[in-house]
């Protein structure tokens, strides 16, 4: 089933010449379903190749997602034109009379920092206060996962002696949950961080389920069943080459990195990594939209007030349909 992004976005091209196939518009709205409403709050300094791979994961469901891009107005991003913003993004504040099936909060190269230094902490505890009221299911990704876990349960994020770099083995530990349903006992999955969660402070709280985790790089995957929430600390989002790229960047620039683990063949940096991960990406996002659908209300009042009077004023031409 589709996902609805606007026609002239940049991941649109990226996603066709996947071979992700592309219907009209028209088609899309004479299904007689309800589109689910899914935000994706975009904190990543690359936003439009982060468009992409979420847009790539969401896509993979049988479900209708509608994807709206949304940022935080207290922090100006350096590495996206003003004008990509302008076009395809809205600001947290437009939406906050909102409610949405779906909400996804994506990490930020800032794990270092402690929290209240981050420029937009204020507006994003704000947000994930918001999300209690106002979403179905909230995703918290990597160092949004981290932010999510010590917002809400006061758990402290521990900085690691050298950075989790690489492909690693995460251990099915929740073969019950339906976040993980259809997913192997192991499965690989990339890790790029420098601070990590004790698995002791997620498991001494009932209200938090570890299903996934490595030996190596800790907790993985978190479901919270009173909040409904996931919490996932890796990026299961990652694309072929993400790592590679992350590692000639701190190359180039001189800072400390290692080769990743268990990514480039033969540890040969000249060689193509093979992409080991995307099937299980793809069954975990699926099985959360899939999770999101058989709960959520059909009737969007029954979450909030629709969205009609925020959208970006876009034109059924300039919409597209993909899926």
Known sequence: MPIKIPGSLPARSKLVAEGVSVISNTDAYSQDIRPLQIGLLNLMPNKAETETQFARLLGASPIQVDLRLLNVASHKAKNTSQQHLIDFYTPWEDVKDCKFDGFIITGAPIEKLEYEEVTYWDELRQIMDWTVTNVHSTMFVCWGAMAGLSHFHNIAKRTLDKKAFGIYSQQNQGLTNPLVAGVSDELPMPVSRWTTIDSADIEKL??????????????????????????ILNHVEYGSNNLAEEYARDTESGRPIELPYNYFPGDDTGASPKNTWRSHAQVLFRNWVNTVYSETPFDLAEIGSACSNVEIDLTVEDQTIIG
Do not use: H, K
């Open 206 to 231: 009932e209200e938090l389920d570890l299903l996934l985790a490595s030996p190596e790089t800790g907790p993985c995957l978190i479901s919270e069943e009173t909040g409904n929430r996931v919490y």
